[in-house]
């Protein structure tokens, strides 16, 4: 039996999930947009608005170190807005305003020190978190790390 892992609200009766057996997909309402089967499993998951256009997109991290963001449309697998491997487990993604200046940011870490923030505009864009913010980020990170299980 293949459970849910993760259940991410994505608003208007929509929700993002993630399957234990490396399924990720949408439903608006009991009727389901789209679904991609992967086989790395996914470890976590959340929404945030990628494209800038006001419509949240599915950010989901995978055991393989691979880290998705895949537009919410109806129809379709979901394309792939931004694609990124890192060298291990993606251990938690997050949409917060960590810096707290009003600027939320997709936050990925794949280890304890190190995060990446991403933007439709700059996709490659990478940086460690500085030792100021370090502690604030890692109780962001399990946070959402505990929140996903």
Same mark, same amino acid.
């Given at each position: 039996?293949?459970?849910?892992?993760?259940?991410?609200?994505?608003?208007?009766?929509?929700?993002?999930?993630?399957?234990?057996?490396?399924?990720?997909?949408?439903?608006?309402g009991?009727?389901?947009?789209?679904? +991609?089967?992967?086989?790395?499993?996914? *470890? &976590? /998951?959340? @929404?945030?608005d990628?494209?800038?256009?006001?419509n949240?997109? $599915?950010?989901?991290?995978?055991?393989?170190?691979?880290?998705?963001?895949?537009?919410?449309?109806?129809?379709?697998?979901?394309?792939?807005?931004?694609?990124?491997?890192?060298?291990?487990?993606?251990?938690?993604?997050?949409?917060c305003?960590?810096?707290?200046?009003?600027?939320?940011?997709? +936050?990925?870490?794949?280890?304890?020190? *190190? &995060? /990446?923030? @991403?933007?439709?505009?700059?996709?490659?864009?990478?940086?460690? $978190?500085?030792?100021?913010?370090l502690?604030?980020?890692?109780?962001?990170?399990?946070?959402?790390?505990?929140?996903?299980?």
């Amino acid at each position: 039996v293949d459970g849910a892992m993760a259940l991410c609200e994505i608003g208007n009766k929509r929700f993002a999930y993630a399957t234990k057996s490396g399924a990720v997909g949408t439903f608006e309402g009991v009727d389901r947009s789209w679904r +991609v089967q992967m086989s790395a499993k996914p *470890t &976590c /998951m959340c @929404v945030y608005d990628m494209t800038m256009d006001g419509n949240a997109d $599915v950010v989901v991290g995978w055991t393989d170190g691979t880290l998705e963001v895949r537009e919410d449309r109806t129809g379709g697998a979901g394309p792939i807005i931004v694609r990124d491997k890192f060298s291990s487990t993606v251990a938690g993604v997050l949409a917060c305003d960590y810096r707290m200046n009003g600027i939320v940011l997709l +936050v990925c870490g794949h280890t304890i020190v *190190t &995060c /990446m923030f @991403v933007s439709v505009r700059s996709p490659n864009l990478r940086f460690l $978190v500085s030792s100021r913010h370090l502690a604030l980020f890692r109780v962001a990170l399990a946070l959402a790390c505990t929140s996903s299980q």
